[in-house]
């Protein structure tokens, strides 16, 4: 498949197929799907989550139409917004502003090969000591969830490069705070409704292998199989993403003008935040004072959706 850009709308052919052959993706799948689920979240007392189907499709591609499945992680998400409302969720791209002006969080303009979104996490040159590990957490989950708002991602899945070059040990104890690691543990596995197809960890240091023993208990035998270690050896990561999807850093082609158009993204999608974080879950109710409410056949009242929302419009 030739390079796509990470914000393209709808499909391609190619991506159709995929969706086919390995979600089992139908126009009448997908529309039996939804009507289930949203059958599901009605009977459920409590719960006001956003109905919008193209949000709605991102837990069903993600467990590939399992109805059952993909309600179970729906929950999970509430229940995770949540317990770290205000900590790691529930944020717009403005409150973070500064730190995304820091430039150590990005997604890539390019797929990869298999039109896989791109997400890197700076957290070896992260300052600590004027941005909190959570606060970069929360900026790296507005990136995700304004990414899984394209098609492309949704069924073709996203990889994770962390980068560590610059991590002293007193940082990575930062990272590597058992709280810390479980959210982001959980998160990963049960939460986010995300494919995800590789997680790659490049420049880690000598220590990071002990750090990684104690953490590794925490991650499921699926996740521990997809996390690749690449140290300073750029061409084995370059095997699977090519330069041309990567910023300077990591031996890519990408530049400080890529780094901008991104911020100039994230920062101009607070409406669809502000959507995102709007629900109910066991009666509590988000943040944000707007509620979406349940009619009567499971649908939303509200004529906005995360996808008229979406702008990714570049000046």
């Known amino acids: 498949m030739a390079l796509l850009p990470m914000w393209m709308k709808g499909t391609t052919p190619e991506i159709e ?8 993706e139908t126009t009448e799948v997908r529309q039996s799907s939804l009507k289930k689920l949203k059958e599901l979240i009605n009977e459920e007392q409590g719960f006001c989550p956003l109905l ?5 499709l991102r837990f069903l591609r993600a467990k590939k139409f399992d109805v059952s499945r993909a309600f179970s992680t729906l929950k999970n998400y509430y229940a995770f917004k949540v317990r ?4 790691v969720t529930d944020f717009l791209p403005k409150d973070l502003r500064s730190l995304f002006e820091t430039d150590k969080v990005f997604l890539s303009p390019k797929r990869g090969p298999n039109g896989e979104g791109i997400l890197v996490s700076f957290i070896g040159s992260f300052d600590i000591e004027s941005f909190t590990v959570e606060q970069h957490f929360a900026a790296t989950l507005i990136s995700a969830e304004i990414g899984m708002e394209t098609d492309a991602s949704q069924v073709c899945g996203s990889r994770l490069i962390i ?7 007193r940082k990575l104890r930062h990272y590597i705070n058992p709280s810390f690691v479980s959210s982001v543990a959980r998160c990963i596995q049960d939460v986010m409704p995300c494919r995800i197809c590789g997680i790659h960890a490049v420049h880690e240091p000598i220590y990071f292998g002990s750090a990684y023993q104690a953490i590794k208990p925490l991650l499921s035998k699926k996740l521990k199989e ?6 300073s050896d750029l061409s084995s990561l370059h095997k699977i993403l090519p330069p041309e999807t990567l910023p300077e850093e990591l031996g890519g082609y990408l530049d400080k003008k890529d780094f901008q158009n991104f911020r100039s993204i994230v920062l101009q999608n607070n409406d669809l935040m502000e959507r995102i974080n709007t629900y109910m879950y066991n009666d509590m109710r988000s943040p944000y004072q707007r509620n979406i409410n349940k009619t009567t056949d499971g649908s939303s009242e509200d004529k906005e959706t995360t996808r008229t929302l979406f702008n990714v419009s570049l000046s």
């Open 17 to 24: 197929r995929i969706a086919f052959e390995e979600l089992g």
């Open 226 to 231: 997809r996390i690749h270690f690449h140290s």
């Open 52 to 56: 919008d189907d193209e949000f709605l």
């Open 163 to 169: 980068d560590m070059q610059g991590m002293s040990w």
């Open 84 to 87: 770290y409302s205000g900590v």
